[in-house]
């Protein structure tokens, strides 16, 4: 019965006594700071991978930088895959929107010209 109190303890936040939230906090680290060099570790290594197969883990290794978790690792990467996605969106924008907008302000100006 000592077993289905601690399961029912864990499940249910509201009972859990707050000593496994201190625990917790104890070992929140501090805030990573993804530095030029340490960015640049982690843009070779999932070049290295290729973006499709990159996974935290396996860039972590890679990468192999001490006190790393694959926790920071998972949200750069995240963060790095939405960068992508928004400059490849980007050029594709602007090589279609460009000579238009471009277009509109010549003819304009040519416009005025003549």
Not at 52 to 61: E, L, R, Y
Not at 86 to 106: A, D, F, V, Y
Request: with cysteine.
């Amino acid at each position: 019965s000592g077993k289905n109190l601690n399961l029912r303890s864990r499940s249910l936040p509201e009972l859990s006594t707050g000593s496994e939230d201190d625990q917790a906090h104890a070992l929140k680290r501090p805030r990573l700071v993804w530095t030029p060099p340490l960015h640049k570790r982690f843009v070779d290594a999932v070049s290295h991978l290729g973006i499709k197969n990159a996974v935290p883990k396996t860039i972590m290794q890679l990468m192999n930088v001490e006190g790393l978790t694959r926790e920071n690792v998972a949200s750069h990467l995240q963060k790095y895959r939405l960068y992508l996605k928004r400059l490849q969106g980007c050029s594709e924008s602007t090589m279609e929107n460009s000579p238009s907008r471009e277009g509109g302000g010549s003819g304009g100006g040519s416009g005025e010209g003549s």
